[in-house]
T-cell receptor
Framework: EAQVTQNPRYLITVTGKKLTVTCSQNMNHEYMSWYRQDPGLGLRQIYYSMNVEVTDKGDVPEGYKVSRKEKRNFPLILESPSPNQTSLYFC???????????FGQGTRLTVV | QKEVEQDPGPLSVPEGAIVSLNCTYSNSAFQYFMWYRQYSRKGPELLMYTYSSGNKEDGRFTAQVDKSSKYISLFIRDSQPSDSATYLCAMTNSGYALNFGKGTSLLVTP
């Protein structure tokens, strides 16, 4: 089954404790992207990757890091999480560009 | 001004009605337009994808793009309670950096 898998689905952490949210896709897609979704603000793009070792900033990259060492994986790293990064995070992948993206089920992150 | 504007609703319609969902945008460089549906506690799923201006139909769904007015629409015919969800428009010029509307919440009542 074609899917984008995020882990963990739920995470509560403390301010400053580094964390990684993993994202993996099994469709051999070139494009992968991370979004955060907040009430009243909608979906905002954090980072995207056009292919292995090629990444670029989206609208809200501050406080996040990404890497794309393998085609199937695109982890999101929060080096020093802060409460304003409490959000619902989605990973997505697409063949070629990002216009027909498949989304993961989301990761609900709470930073206290 | 946000690049993509979308009325958040909620929009409530009776079953069987025709639903019209809309987005406006300010960046004339956008040329790829998408509609996603998001059920509660789920990730968005792609409904329609349109390149440049024109109409596209898929079953009960029709997407329209009017680049001259910077206006896109999604029509749902014969709406069903299972169509109750949040509908997100998205657009991009490059195909890589996507811009989403805030979503319109739709409720179809039996």
């Amino acid at each position: 089954e074609a899917q984008v898998t995020q882990n963990p689905r739920y995470l509560i952490t403390v301010t400053g404790k580094k964390l990684t949210v993993t994202c993996s896709q099994n469709m051999n897609h070139e494009y992968m992207s991370w979004y955060r979704q907040d009430p009243g603000l909608g979906l905002r793009q954090i980072y995207y990757s056009m292919n292995v070792e090629v990444t670029d900033k989206g609208d809200v990259p501050e406080g996040y890091k990404v890497s794309r060492k393998e085609k199937r994986n695109f982890p999101l790293i929060l080096e020093s999480p802060s409460p304003n990064q409490t959000s619902l995070y989605f990973c997505a992948s697409a063949r070629g560009g990002g216009t027909e993206a498949f989304f993961g089920q989301g990761t609900r992150l709470t930073v206290v | 001004q946000k690049e993509v504007e979308q009325d958040p609703g909620p929009l409530s319609v009776p079953e069987g009605a025709i639903v019209s969902l809309n987005c406006t945008y300010s960046n004339s460089a956008f040329q790829y337009f998408m509609w996603y549906r998001q059920y509660s506690r789920k990730g968005p799923e792609l409904l329609m994808y349109t390149y440049s201006s024109g109409n596209k139909e898929d079953g009960r769904f029709t997407a329209q793009v009017d680049k001259s007015s910077k206006y896109i629409s999604l029509f749902i015919r014969d709406s069903q309670p299972s169509d109750s969800a949040t509908y997100l428009c998205a657009m991009t010029n490059s195909g890589y950096a996507l811009n989403f509307g805030k979503g319109t919440s739709l409720l179809v009542t039996p």
